[in-house]
Nanobody, 115 residues
């Protein structure tokens, strides 16, 4: 049974920072890629960032240079460090397993950025 549990969300003013964590269990972290998605109110879920088993990362254009994805493979924790947050970053953030593994989702953590 794969389990993903996000934490670290909250409310912050524009320009601030948050660091999200995703504790994972039940899968082989050495072979699965991982990803962060977000879903803003009234919008479709959006891929934010990925990291593969070799540590190669990708980012959607709107967060490049502001967000950093990383993982602690020993502790099986995925992170998303978010800096210079913008109001448009407000969303529920989800971690998920990624290629080549089947996709499993966490329950999400709310990030709210205010002016």
């Amino acid at each position: 049974q794969v389990q993903l549990v996000e934490s670290g969300g909250g409310s912050v003013q524009a320009g601030g920072s948050l660091k999200l964590s995703c504790i994972t269990s039940g899968y082989t972290v050495m072979t699965c890629g991982m990803a962060w998605y977000r879903q803003a109110p009234g919008k479709e879920r959006e891929l934010v960032s990925t990291i593969d088993s070799d540590g190669t990362s990708t980012y959607t254009d709107s967060v490049k240079g502001r967000f950093t994805i990383s993982q602690d493979k020993i502790k099986k924790i995925l992170f998303l460090e978010m800096n210079r947050l913008e109001i448009e970053d407000t969303a529920v953030y989800y971690c998920a397993t990624d290629f080549p593994c089947p996709t499993f989702w966490g329950q999400g953590t709310q990030v709210t950025v205010s002016s």
